[in-house]
């Protein structure tokens, strides 16, 4: 009965507070890690494969944008795909943030920061983005969690938060509009323009030339009447129209995605400092899948991230089965889609149903 007794207590977290939950987790994905380095010892070559994996990413944009432009592949296909190959380079980024890519050597560790940059240019500097997610795993799911606060985590769901959530510029005006004083505002339009500068600007700024150029004149359309652009508007339009298909476009879906299932498996507010189990759930419903082609899995692994930190992302996509086993078996919730009534909290508000006794969670 004894033995029964032990091996009961190290596959459930019935007898574990917190702390052992998480220690029994990452011990369990490490030793899945280190099986797979000694079965497929190509695993253990980390820099050689993170540069490969930029070089593919990269080839396919490029290939692809040079179909399109070519009249070989269709605008819609061009933008799924790569927007596809960009979500690859994001989680190189996230990997080159935690050093796990070149970290002695810094010329090649900072020129994939450049190249995973130039396939975003959406984003925030990297360099800067480092301060930001590395505080991240210090105060999860708290107010000075700013990551993730600038990306919605923490917001009631209404109009604001679908804007926020798929264009950075709008979140940081929403965040601006609400700040009470100005040093607060000020402070803010510093942080966007320090961090977005300049690749982030011009991107934005090109992605509401494009939108506002067509919505003009389809609007003119709508009433009868036509708007004569000069020929050097109409040129401009020309490139900006094919960049919206290549690199802009491919972007703000990519970061809508993202966003979304980030912003929404990360829990705020109400989680106890540093209990990690509390911080993040685990998202893989099937129908989430046309958001997690274009974040690369990101709502069904990036739990894994917050115990094991420092394996790259493709390793997480080949442990995911264990660690799901024992993240499940130590209590970490998958698919708790009430936290978008409740704003990211983790707290289930309790009722006792009517002729009852026992509270049930809503």
Not at 81 to 96: I, Q, R, V
């Amino acid at each position: 009965m004894q033995h029964s007794s032990a091996k009961h207590r190290s596959t459930s977290g019935e007898n574990m507070n917190s702390q052992q939950r998480s220690a029994h987790i990452r011990e369990v994905v490490m030793a899945r890690g280190d099986e797979l380095r000694q079965r497929y010892p190509l695993l253990k070559h980390q820099d050689a494969l993170g540069a490969g994996i930029l070089a593919f990413a990269l080839a396919g944009m490029i290939g692809s944008a040079a179909l399109y432009v070519g009249g070989h592949m269709a605008w819609w296909a061009c933008l799924l795909l790569n927007a596809f190959f960009a979500s690859l380079t994001h989680e190189l980024e996230h990997d080159l943030i935690h050093s796990m890519y070149f970290r002695k050597q810094r010329v090649p560790h900072n020129l994939m920061m450049g190249l995973v940059w130039l396939a975003r240019p959406s984003t925030i500097s990297p360099w800067i983005r480092r301060n930001l997610h590395l505080n991240h795993h210090k105060v999860s799911g708290s107010e000075t969690d700013i990551e993730e606060r600038a990306i919605t985590n923490g917001e009631p769901w209404g109009f604001a938060r679908l804007l926020m959530v798929g264009d950075n510029m709008m979140s940081s005006l929403v965040r601006l509009l609400r700040a009470k004083t100005w040093e607060m505002k000020v402070s803010i339009l510093k942080r966007t323009v320090k961090g977005y500068a300049p690749l982030g600007l011009m991107h934005w700024a090109a992605w509401y030339v494009f939108l506002g150029f067509h919505a003009a004149n389809g609007i003119a359309s709508l009433m009868g009447a036509s708007i004569d652009w000069s020929a050097n508007t109409l040129a401009t339009m020309q490139v900006l129209d094919i960049a919206a298909v290549v690199i802009i476009g491919p972007n703000v879906l990519r970061t809508f995605c993202l966003h979304f299932i980030s912003s929404n498996m990360h829990y705020y507010g109400d989680n106890e400092p540093g209990n990690v189990i509390q911080q993040t759930q685990v998202l893989n419903a099937w129908w989430l899948w046309p958001l997690q082609a274009f974040c690369f899995n990101f709502g069904s692994t990036h739990g894994i991230h917050h115990f094991v930190v420092k394996e790259p992302f493709y390793i997480r996509q080949m442990t995911a089965p264990v660690a799901h086993k024992v993240m499940a078996e130590m209590e970490v919730r998958f698919n708790d889609f009430g936290t978008f009534t409740r704003a990211n909290r983790f707290t289930r508000r309790s009722r006792t149903v009517p002729g009852t006794a026992k509270a049930m969670q809503v």
